[in-house]
């Protein structure tokens, strides 16, 4: 699908009955950027950060869908309305979240994409307070522009207790022997257990939890062994750990401890063909998600006495059904997800959440996003006056477009002294889509929805870098925005190679607009640009001055480039306010001046 729009309506300077938006848009400044949301300055922390849209003026408001920490809840609420509502229907989410900026969710709140498409885009932020982010529709959540963040550090010791607690209470039949106790039972042959010591533990994820459950199983003596096809060696070694292939690991164990992410690959990962690749008599401790084992191969490989015991907090389906044929096997120990709920770890995940939510909502850092790239405050402090440029170029760019022509293909140069893996360009890129995107279609981009809406219009942004010599100080000179294959309003933006090309700097810490097609310009960033071309003669900026001066519209940089004397020159004039189409029309109607146009920043 090509990205198009039509364009004259930057001339006009009114909404054209095509685009009944476009006046509004242009009369309000975006308010999304990275020195300010609103009128509230950001000062980056440390972490890293993305960026949402909040609402200016309007206390946002967050629900919270499941029971949260009070901690938690006092951090939001010195920010944020808040609306706490428990054990909601989906229909009743969906109605709900029309009028939520913020969602915060445990494991029990499935984030559909009806939620997405229910709130019409006025939920920025969902806080999933824990780690796994299986319930939450995080497709969904990118094509709306909607971060989501996590708890991800606040439970991890919390669940590697429980999964020792369920390990050594596994071992020594502690559930069964209790029950038996309270039914008036004395049977202590039946509960013989076995020991733990010297026996061998598959950690299957060697991840946070993992790694915390591998620590205290060293301390029980148990031989430790891993499988993770993405964790460090070196984190293993430190631990004591071996890290193995997956067949080695559940070949050799006599204990297995869950621990990786629900995900396409890790589902059913546990299954007919890999229970029969087991040790006889293998115990199983599932403390990571139910869907990580086909629940009905467990339960034959119980039968079949592959496996002699499992322990599980978690199931494909929570609550899972009374009649479960897992659950009420007598060699099972089970507990209704509780790996995260102790005092002090629910503590800190709603601390955790809650800062993340509002810093989101802040337009703050977001060290947790789960959807968007994050980039390290130190590069972003450094990126923040090209991050501005970046996205009044794109802005340029686009509404130097004329004629009805699709805008496909955008290319991005880069110049810059450092070394290219020394450049983050993720954060640049992002906001160039949304300079290209936001003036001509009502989609509202950032960090989070930038590539995929970008995607989704057929709209192909490919990077270049041009590497400089000379100290790399800062991380770039300067940024290029090429449109290829398109007509231009102004076909003096036309460059040699036939492509809409501007071209931008930051002077003083102020961005600037450095070349229109082959012309040398010089103009700051700010306010709106007219860009005329005319032939060079005395008494130009004279005669374009007096019309704007006559309409009290400020004149905040002025600049000629010109090919020769007396051949054509193009001026380019930055005014802080709009002159109206009076104005404008007067300047085009000076017989020496052969095109003009209007740009609104
Ligand atoms: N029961 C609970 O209440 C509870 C509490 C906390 C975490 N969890 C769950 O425990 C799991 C681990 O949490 P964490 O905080 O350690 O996460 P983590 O991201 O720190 O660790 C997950 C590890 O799994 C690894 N992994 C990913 N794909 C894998 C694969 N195909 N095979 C093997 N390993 C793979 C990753 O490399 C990573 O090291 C998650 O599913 C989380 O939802 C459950
Ligand atoms: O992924 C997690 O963090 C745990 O499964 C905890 O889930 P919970 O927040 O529903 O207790």
Redesign the pocket.
Known sequence: MAFSGSFHTFSALTASPSHPNLSSKLATPPYFSVATLGRRPIYPRQGCMVLVRASIDAKPTVLVAEKLGEAGIALLKDFANIDCSYNLTPEELCTKISLCDGLIVRSGTKVTREVFESSAGRLKVVGRA???IDNVDLAAATEHGCLVVNA?TA??V??AE?GIALLTAMARNIAQADASVKAGKWQRSKYVGVSLVGKTLAV???????SEVARRAKGLGMHVIA?????PADRARAIGVDLVGFDEAIAAADFISL?????P??AK?LNDQTFAKMKKGVRIVN???GGVIDEEALVRALDAGIVAQAAL??FTEEPPSKDSKLVQHERVTVTP?????TMEAQEGVSIEIAEAVVGALRGELAATAVNAPMVPAEVLSELKPFVVLAEKLGRLAVQLVGGGSGVKTVKVTYASGRAPDDLDTRLLRAMITKGLIEPISDVFVNLVNADFTAKQRGLIITEERVILHGSPERPLESIQVHIADVESRFTSAISEAGEIRVEGRIKDGIPHLTKVGPFEVDVSLEGSIILCRQVDQPGMIGSVGSILGEENVNVSFMTVSRIAPTKQAVMTIGVDDQPSKEALKRIGDIPAIEEFVFLKL
């Not at 299957?204 to 993992?210: A, Y």
């Not at 621990?259 to 995900?263: C, D, N, R, S």
């Open positions: 824990g780690v796994g991800p439970n991890t919390a669940a429980h299957m994820g060697f991840g946070k939890v993992g499988y993770d096809p993405y964790a621990h990786m992410p629900l995900t690959a890790t990962i403390v990571a998600r907090d978690v997800h509780l790996g995260a709920s």
